[in-house]
């Protein structure tokens, strides 16, 4: 064999090498691919309904929600219609009431007054007493001086 021969055999042998290297990433490759198809199709088969029930329960939420706003709507109107039937009673009402109310004190003290004094009596004796600084209001105190 001649070195040319020599030389060829040896490109002929890493091409073979090279191509069979190939040949297996090229069958890894179709079967990643193949797990990948799968794997999508299996994931599609699924997302399509979860967005089906998604959809739904968004448009559910949104049912809901506008009725909180309409009960709010209400609520609020009912709390303004109160609002204002109070201050209504309150300028109607209020007013007289407490004339009347205080109308009413003022004549039960008078009339209790004149019950109770008698015309001809003398009025009761005041008495100053002397108070000690430190000393607590009702007696209950200690007194300075008296350890």
Same mark, same amino acid.
């Given at each position: 064999? +001649?070195?040319? #021969?020599?030389a ?34 299996g %994931?599609? #088969? ?6 089906? #029930?998604a ?6 939420a ?14 609020? #109107? ?12 309150s ?10 109310? +205080?109308? $009413?004190?003022?004549?039960r003290?008078?009339?209790? =007054?004149?019950?109770? %004094? ?7 004796? %005041? %008495? ?9 209001? $009702?007696?209950?105190? =200690? ?5």
């Amino acid at each position: 064999m +001649s070195g040319g #021969e020599v030389a060829g055999l040896l490109v002929a042998v890493f091409w073979a090498i090279l191509v069979s290297f190939l040949a297996v990433v090229l069958v890894r490759l179709a079967q990643t691919l193949k797990a990948a198809t799968k794997l999508v199709t299996g %994931v599609t #088969e699924q997302a399509v309904p979860l967005l089906g #029930e998604a959809s739904a329960t968004v448009r559910s939420a949104q049912t809901q929600l506008d009725r909180v706003d309409a009960i709010a709507s209400d609520v609020q #109107e009912v709390t303004s219609n109160a609002s204002a039937l109070s201050s209504t009673v309150s300028t109607t009402f209020g007013g007289p009431l407490v004339k009347v109310a +205080s109308f $009413g004190y003022g004549v039960r003290r008078a009339l209790r =007054r004149k019950r109770d %004094v008698p015309a001809q009596q003398t009025p009761p004796p %005041v %008495v100053v007493s002397r108070t000690v600084p430190g000393a607590r209001r $009702g007696g209950r105190g =200690r007194m300075r001086g008296k350890g």
